[in-house]
């Protein structure tokens, strides 16, 4: 518990949180010790009490301090614009979360642009995007992006990659940048080389990059391409990744996991030259090590993939969601439809009544059926409608069923004639989940000891309605903890806190992630007694800077009792405090 007694004099701490068991985050062991705050800083680290006078008690008897935790995958670009104390990820103990992954960044790219590249992929309204933009792109730099970020009263750390579609849609224009069969000029791929390396002078972690070919584009200009970056061939890619390797910094990407050939190039190319000669290793990070339903035996060469490019000389790893990857659906709107034509037909098409028209056409429903039964080649979606359940529907009938179950009851319809039904007689209000990867904890636990293996990949700030991993490191905490406490564990706490702290910190070289005598006082008291089920509980809170929209989440707020970020307290008794937000206690965090 957290006293708000005012200080009448300011003694030789801020704050003090007492006897608590105190994690560093660099995987040492943990100890009952009492921590000093002063001017931001963790000021002193004891074992014995150290004196209150004047300091506000942070009483943490019998739970958990330790490091804030670094979140390495959001796309929050958008969001912190407006809503800087970022909330959602700071209430549940997340201190420092990195901008800019998949190739998506707003440094360079117009409003309208920005609009496109995430108004579908990362399914944030299209319109918010290019009027949060057209109201705060006054930056046009990346050093004046870092400026105008660390201008803003930031909650958490914020620190960022420059994305490749981002540069690559404002050097060539989004329509060429999108176009098969154009290559950038030498002065624009120039151009696009100097503005990557202006962004590692201002500080950025490194460049995204996406080689994915089911993300697309939104708006009416390009709709329906895939990403810039998707259209870049081997010569601009050795290009700008020769700007990174020169400067040590982060290659964040994802392969056509449907082509070998980009899994490997994007694999292999974190080694250096022969010898150690040549060119420089290439710290990369892919999405995404999964134990996807639908390819099981994927994620058993993840591991030793990575293992053996590291031997190599490399320096390699995978992207982790660690908590079960359960997506939610408002009628047909959810990315996973893109991977396949039929799909990505239908999302295609903004207009409801012309998708309406679309959805009950026999031609196009023997081909969404075609789609959906074959079984060859690599894909996300597991494509089983008896394994996605409904949760929301006028019909109250069909409240709790699979779409498989619903289609047996309708005469023993195609599972495909029954969500496509569905659909089209209610449209959005037919909301249904399903999961899609890391449903084998036994998975989950050998993936959480792979040093090839980044816990991170939360997403947060996009995907509002459909995903809510905000608190995915607190699930990650409690099955560690459960197993701990079942005789059966597969990781220390201490490496658990490391793995979510100071391992992603030191890799992407950032100052975070410690929380050691001298370090900035940026902390989370956890009470594992409230590491419970309560922490998979759904909920909706609107997010006010896009009209209300009902953010999916899930919260315990009695598992994070307190979260100081530069000693100030931004959570209190597990709620955002009013100064989050308004003041600023984060600040751009600049690589190396």
């Given amino acids: ?150 201008a803003l009263p930031l909650g958490p750390n914020v620190a960022a990659f420059l994305g490749h579609s981002d540069i690559r849609a404002a050097g060539m224009g989004l329509d060429r940048a999108t176009r098969d069969e154009v290559r950038p000029t030498e002065a624009e791929l120039a151009t696009m080389q100097l503005r990557l390396a202006e962004a590692l002078d201002a500080g950025f972690v490194g460049m995204s990059a996406q080689q994915l070919l089911f993300d697309k584009l939104d708006g009416e200009r390009c709709r329906s391409r895939t990403l810039p970056s998707t259209y870049a061939k081997a010569r601009e890619r050795r290009r700008l990744e020769s700007v990174l390797r020169e400067r040590g910094r982060v290659l964040q990407g994802g392969p056509d996991i449907a082509s070998p050939r980009s899994i490997a190039s994007m694999v292999l190319g974190t080694l250096p030259g022969p010898g150690g000669r040549g060119r420089r290793q290439l710290k990369t990070s892919l999405l995404s090590a999964a134990d ?180 995915f490191g607190l699930r990650f905490l409690r099955h560690v903890h459960d197993a701990e406490r079942a005789g059966t564990p597969f990781l220390t706490l201490e490496r658990a806190v490391h793995r979510l702290t100071g391992e992603l910190a030191d890799w992407y070289s950032l100052d975070a992630g410690h929380l050691r005598q001298g370090d900035r006082a940026d902390l989370v008291v956890v009470d594992p007694a409230a590491l419970d089920d309560r922490l998979d509980a759904y909920a909706e809170a609107p997010v006010p800077a896009y009209d209300g929209l009902p953010r999916m989440v899930n919260r315990n707020d009695a598992a994070v009792p307190s979260v100081l970020v530069a000693g100030e307290h931004v959570v209190v008794d597990g709620v955002p405090t009013a100064l989050l937000g308004e003041q600023r206690t984060g600040r751009f965090l600049r690589a190396g």
């Fill in 1 to 150: 518990m957290t006293s708000d007694t005012p200080r009448a004099t300011r003694g030789p701490f801020d704050t003090v949180v007492r006897g608590g068991r105190w994690f560093d985050g660099s995987g040492a062991p943990s100890s009952v010790r009492h921590l000093g705050i002063r001017d931001g800083v963790v000021a002193a680290v004891s074992a014995s009490p150290l004196p209150e006078e004047g300091a506000r008690l942070v009483d943490a008897t019998g739970r958990w301090v330790m490091p804030g935790m670094v979140d390495v995958h959001t796309h929050y670009d958008v969001e912190v614009l407006d809503q800087p104390g970022l909330a959602e990820s700071v209430r549940h103990g997340t201190t420092t979360v990195l901008l800019g992954s998949c190739s998506l960044s707003t440094v360079h790219c117009s409003p309208e642009d920005a609009g496109d590249l995430f108004g579908r992929v990362e399914a944030i309204p299209r319109r918010h995007v290019v009027d949060t933009l057209e109201r705060h792109q006054r930056w046009t730099s990346a050093a004046e992006y870092a400026e105008a970020l660390d």
């Fill in 292 to 471: 996807i339903k639908a390819n099981p035996a994927l994620v058993s060469i993840m591991g030793p993939m990575a293992a053996a490019v590291n031997r190599l000389g490399g320096d390699f790893r995978w992207q982790h969601l660690p908590v079960p990857f359960e997506v939610y659906a408002d009628g047909i709107d959810l990315v996973i439809f893109e991977e396949f034509g039929s799909g990505a037909a239908a999302l295609h098409l903004a207009d409801e009544v012309e998708r309406n028209a679309l959805l009950q056409d026999e031609d196009y429903r023997r081909w969404f059926r075609k789609d959906y039964d074959s079984r060859f080649g690599m894909r996300v979606w597991h494509r089983d409608f008896f394994d996605a359940q409904v949760v929301e529907c006028p019909d109250d009938a069909v409240i709790g069923k699979t779409f498989g179950q619903v289609g047996q009851e309708r005469g023993g319809l195609h599972p495909v004639d029954a969500f496509l039904d569905l659909v089209v007689e209610h449209g959005t209000k037919v909301r249904w989940r399903t999961t899609i990867s890391n449903h084998r904890p036994s998975v989950l636990r050998k993936l959480a000891r792979d040093p090839g293996v980044q816990l991170g990949f939360s997403d947060a700030g996009a995907h509002l309605r459909n995903m809510a991993f905000y608190n």
